[in-house]
């Protein structure tokens, strides 16, 4: 069984950071392209950053600069550092891991960032 669980989210003034976390079980991690997306009521969910099992990295546009993902493939976790937020960063954010075309989800963690 697939589980992917996210944990990092809360409340921060704009200018704040917050550390995502999202630790893997029931896949063989390395191998996996790992993400982290976002969704906001009533829009669709959106790529804000993933890593390829080579290291391999792209950032959505609005958050170049500001956000890293990074994965540490011994403790099955890939982390999303974000600095300098912005109230425009407000959404749940969700852990995929995809591979093939095959794509698992967390629940998904919330971040809210006051003005």
């Known amino acids: 069984q697939v589980q992917l669980v996210e944990s990092g989210g809360g409340l921060v003034q704009a200018g704040g950071s917050l550390r995502l976390s999202c630790v893997a079980s029931?896949?063989?991690?390395?191998?996996?392209?790992m993400g982290w997306y976002r969704q906001v009521p009533g829009k669709q969910r959106e790529l804000v950053a993933a890593?390829?099992?080579?290291?391999?990295?792209n950032y959505a546009d609005s958050v170049k600069g500001r956000f890293t993902i990074s994965r540490d493939n011994a403790q099955n976790t890939v982390y999303l550092q974000m600095n300098s937020l912005k109230p425009e960063d407000t959404a749940v954010y969700f852990c995929?891991?995809?591979?093939?075309?095959?794509?698992?989800w967390g629940q998904g963690t919330q971040v809210t960032v006051s003005s």
């Open positions: 995929n891991a995809r591979r093939y075309g095959v794509g698992f």
């Open positions: 029931g896949i063989t991690f390395s191998l996996y392209t």
């Open positions: 890593i390829q099992n080579g290291d391999s990295i």
